[in-house]
């Protein structure tokens, strides 16, 4: 619909809105040292929807992480490629650093609970990653589903704790004014349709402020 038209999608920090691939880049749970490791990855049926395990629960399968991306924008494989030693492993945050050019040899993985000093960025290897721009720049399940329509298509995710710049507050603030206005009411079909009138309203000019 409308495909002349930008579509600008707005979404409050719901944990739901901000939720990532399963196999999007992470360096929350990456091994220090080379090993077999993978992300678990849900397994989608025909319909696109979660397959089930008989005991009803979501079935998932290890899988390989997204490569990652070197600061010229060119791939950086997450795992070393057939004919290597270790075909197949996951490198480790270390290589994978080392490939950066960052000396990480007398680097632990990460900080006891990953409790780092303010303001330190290079205390082990998974705050070196955590702030490396590909690995801040992951792309929510919502920009990337609007990404694939086109560059017409974007997602607005607005600040946490901001209620004066969510759209839905200020249309709930607005009907909420109204409603109090209305004769008080202890009759649930009043109350119900006082909701709606007042909720049909808002009008369209305080939606888009």
Not at 95 to 118: N, Y
Not at 139 to 150: I, N, S, V
Request: proline share 7%; glycine share 6%.
């Amino acid at each position: 619909h409308h495909p002349d038209s930008d579509h600008v999608f707005i979404f409050d920090n719901a944990t739901t809105h901000l939720k990532r691939a399963d196999d999007a880049l992470s360096a929350r749970h990456m091994p220090k040292g080379t090993k077999e490791w993978g992300v678990d990855k849900v397994v989608m049926d025909a319909a696109g929807k979660p397959s089930h395990e008989p005991d009803g629960k979501v079935l998932k399968i290890k899988s390989p992480m997204e490569d990652a991306r070197f600061a010229d924008g060119s791939a950086q494989p997450l795992y070393f490629p057939l004919g290597h030693e270790h075909a197949g492993k996951f490198k480790g945050m270390a290589v994978i650093l080392k490939e950066r050019g960052f000396k990480v040899d007398k680097l632990k993985a990460r900080c006891k609970g990953f409790k780092c000093k303010e303001g330190v960025t290079n205390c082990c290897c998974r705050r070196i990653l955590f702030n490396e721009p590909d690995f801040v720049d992951v792309p929510t399940l919502l920009e990337a589903l609007c990404a694939k329509r086109g560059p017409s298509f974007r997602v607005l995710i607005l600040p946490k704790f901001h209620c004066a710049l969510n759209f839905i507050e200020q249309c709930w603030g607005y009907a909420k004014r109204l409603y109090r206005l209305y004769p008080p009411t202890k009759k649930d079909d009043e109350m119900e349709a006082n909701v709606l009138k007042a909720l049909n309203a808002v009008p369209i000019e305080c939606m888009r402020r």
